[in-house]
């Protein structure tokens, strides 16, 4: 009589996984759905902010911007503050810069805590996505991964409709706004069932880190600031390609060089780990891509 196969134990005993991954997904949720929400209220942003056409796509790209340089550097935070303490600090930031733009009196203040945003809101999908590894067990996680991507899934999609929907009922202050409850049920249920992690003391690559922060912010400027200055016609979009590009190579040449590089290279002769990347640039395309007939303020 064969034995039935060995069921291996998460990594992380938790009270109530369910209600945890709903806490987890509430906070991604108000994440995800803020790349979003707020593109359809430009315009009345423009108007009420008194600013220019081109002024006004600042509020996006300096949340996109501020994403892509915080993200790498979430891991080292975690094991320095402890998973809990940075989740439950990202949450508070990402809500208190959502009341602070739903409150902004001018352009700047607008641009400001949207980096704020962006900062916090950067460390809540990979956190989330590490606590989900950590509290099911190696033969749940393609369920529990499936349950996470749904949700990912949910926020880029009905963000633009929700958007459209608060900017028409109430102002375009309301895109902000209500995060607020959402961002409060969320660390009330972190709070009570996220569990402490071990806190961890490791070396991290500043210069790596920097060279990779310039590469993907200079090519996030490039794909952003673009259409409005005319690509290269414009002086300003050959300096991020040459940023970003020289960021790249020096990036590359260190981290294949260097004794603790900030990302080991030999990740990528993994197949899966590399087919993985390629179809979630593919979606990231399809989701984010600005549409030929949608007006130039609601492109990201």
């Known amino acids: 009589m064969a034995e039935p196969a060995a069921v ?6 938790v009270k109530s996984k369910g209600l945890l991954t709903a806490a987890i997904m509430v906070a991604v949720v108000m994440q995800v759905l803020d790349t979003t929400i707020a593109n359809v209220a430009l315009p009345h942003m423009r ?3 008194g600013a220019s056409q081109d002024e006004i796509n600042w509020v996006l790209t300096s949340y996109i911007v501020a994403s892509a340089i915080a993200t790498p550097l979430t891991g080292w935070v975690a094991d320095r503050l402890g998973r809990r303490r940075l989740l439950l600090g990202a949450v508070v ?3 208190a810069a959502s009341l602070l733009c739903g409150l902004a009196a001018n352009l700047t203040q607008m641009v400001l805590f949207r980096i704020v945003q962006g900062m916090c809101g950067a460390m809540l999908v990979p956190l989330a996505q590490a606590t989900m590894m950590d509290i099911n067990p190696r ?3 393609g369920q529990a991964m499936a349950i996470f991507g749904a949700g ?5 999609i009905i963000g633009p409709t929700l958007g459209g929907w608060l900017t028409e009922t109430f102002n375009w202050r309301a895109v902000f706004l209500v995060n607020l409850p959402v961002g409060i049920l969320a660390f009330v249920m972190l709070f009570v069932l996220m569990p402490d992690t071990i806190i961890k003391v490791r070396k991290f690559d500043f210069f790596g880190f920097g060279m990779l922060a310039l590469a993907v912010a200079s ?4 794909l952003d600031r673009g259409q409005g ?3 290269f016609e414009s002086a300003e979009i050959w300096l991020y ?6 960021g790249l190579w020096v990036f590359t040449v260190h981290c294949l060089t260097a004794s603790n590089p900030f990302i080991d290279m030999a990740m990528f002769r993994d197949r899966n780990f590399v087919t993985g990347l390629v179809l979630i640039l593919a979606t990231g395309i399809t989701l984010f891509r600005a549409s030929p007939s949608c007006p130039q303020c609601c492109r990201t």
């Open 93 to 95: 930031g990402f809500t």
């Open 139 to 141: 033969e749940k996680l």
């Open 47 to 49: 108007a009420s902010l």
């Open 219 to 222: 090519l996030q400027m490039l």
């Open 229 to 231: 200055v005319g690509w």
């Open 152 to 156: 990912i899934m949910f926020g880029p």
């Open 8 to 13: 291996s134990a998460p990594a992380v005993i």
């Open 241 to 246: 390609l040459l940023l970003s590009i020289s």
